[in-house]
């Protein structure tokens, strides 16, 4: 094992070993961010076309809609600002993971490009602005459907942290819990959040295949 594999600090990461590593981590999530601003630009013009009907839903034409917001943004935006921290306090897990989020973002955004329904017409939609609704919308977490990032992220993050039971354990509550809000706002149809886990999966998968240097600092923490 490498010497720098014993301990893993912030800091390290600045040094020339894992310097071009970390640049291309932050390199390439700009360039998912890039990517998905363009990929939700496209999806808007798109959703406004005639063409782009609602479609039936055996879920959502049988459960009648629920203002969840508060789950869907306030407390989403909340697990991820924790969630970011926790990584930083880990920094094993910063390169692997911030690859691997951005990979989430780009392959998300080239789904959401592809094919556009309309959103189901009684959704449930933030109508107040304010801090936490304004952030929501700037970061586009509702453009585009396919396929729930809500659903799709945390599942992602337990996947990173499997090693971890309790982490695992509660990103994968807040998956099936923002799942379940997501549907039940009606803001997204089923196969949305039902596909998310396996898409997430796939994803991770092909992190680990593209940055298997990154993924095996992982390897080496339980934390």
């Excluded at 304010?130 to 729930?148: A, D, R």
């Excluded at 599942?155 to 997501?182: D, H």
């Amino acid at each position: 094992m490498h010497p720098t594999h014993e301990r893993i600090t912030v800091r390290a990461l600045f040094n020339t070993e894992w310097r071009g590593s970390l640049t291309a981590a932050f390199a390439l999530l700009g360039a998912a961010y890039v990517v998905e601003h363009l990929a939700n630009a496209y999806a808007y013009t798109y959703v406004l076309r005639p063409t782009s009907n609602y479609v039936g839903d055996i879920v959502l034409d049988n459960v009648p809609a629920i203002d969840l917001n508060f789950i869907i943004i306030e407390c989403a935006l909340i697990v991820i600002a924790l969630s970011i921290l926790y990584v930083i306090l880990r920094p094993r897990y910063i390169l692997f993971s911030v690859k691997a989020v951005a990979l989430f973002i780009i392959i998300r955004a080239i789904f959401t490009s592809l094919t556009h329904v309309g959103i189901y017409p009684d959704h449930i939609m933030p109508v107040e602005f304010g801090l936490f609704n304004n952030l929501y919308i700037y970061l586009n977490f509702q453009t585009g459907l396919f396929f729930s990032g809500h659903t799709g992220m945390p599942f992602l993050m337990a996947l990173i942290f499997w090693r971890n039971l309790r982490v695992r354990r509660i990103f994968l509550t807040l998956s099936v819990l923002f799942g379940a809000a997501v549907l039940l706002a009606h803001v997204h149809y089923s196969i949305d959040v039902f596909a998310a886990p396996f898409m997430a999966y796939g994803i991770f998968k092909i992190a680990q295949y593209l940055f298997p240097r990154d993924y095996a600092l992982t390897a080496h923490h339980l934390g």
